[in-house]
């Protein structure tokens, strides 16, 4: 979702900077923010960040900042004339290390979320990217067996969990996160080079 579907890159980390400042002290960077990414939804990232346990009204202050933010925030050039072409041909999920809370927020205010059947946040699964868990989880809502599901993303660890379901994994070559990486299948320019690749362009 996050430097794939949209782009956040300010956004999602302000909101953990702000969160982290208010109810810490503590100080960070966007770049350690993104950093951190890896370890999963709020509710596991907010502790590291805090430097405690994070509590219900910690999680509501991020979700309360993100929401203050979040008219920032843009779908990337080109996603939503691709989501207008799939989304009467094929099934499609999301599946993002975002909480449930903060996925559907974002998805909503820029006008994606209806594009998707199901979407399987990082609060949602026992175990986070890159284990394939999420992605697993998407494809049985959807009723689509792994090796037929074709997930794009933009960072390494999210191609790696691609691997493991049995996806083909996508490199989404616009996304903030994107590096070259020998776990991408296939890279794409740009997100209207997907029809090319499910067969619909």
């Keep these: 979702m ?14 953990f900077i702000a969160t982290a400042k208010a109810r ?10 993104v950093d951190l990414y890896h370890l999963g939804p709020p509710p596991i990232m ?5 430097g405690r346990a994070a509590t219900a009204a910690d999680l509501d202050d991020y979700h309360a900042r993100l929401q203050t933010m979040v008219h920032r925030v843009r779908p ?5 004339t691709l989501l ?3 989304r009467a041909r094929l099934p499609m ?8 809370r903060a996925a559907h927020l974002l998805l909503e205010k820029t006008g994606l ?11 949602e699964v026992a175990r986070q990217k890159p284990h394939p868990d999420g992605i697993l989880q998407a494809c049985g809502q959807l009723g689509v067996a792994p090796p037929a599901a074709t997930y794009v993303c933009d960072a390494p660890i999210d191609l ?25 299948q296939v890279v794409l320019d740009q997100p209207t080079d997907l029809l090319g690749l499910v067969g619909i362009a």
């Design 24 to 33: 810490s002290g503590r100080t960070y960077t966007r770049r350690q923010i």
């Design 46 to 50: 907010l502790p590291r960040l805090l």
């Design 113 to 123: 979320l209806d594009a998707f059947a199901v979407v399987v946040a990082g609060d």
């Design 160 to 184: 790696e969990a691609a691997r493991r379901a049995g996806a083909l994994a996508v490199a989404a070559g616009w996304g903030h996160q994107y590096r070259e990486s020998k776990l991408a």
């Design 84 to 86: 207008r072409e799939l």
């Design 93 to 100: 999920a999301v599946f993002t290390g975002a909480s449930s």
């Design 76 to 80: 990337y050039p080109g996603v939503a």
């Design 2 to 15: 996050d430097g794939t579907l949209i782009d956040s890159a300010d956004v999602v980390p302000d909101a």
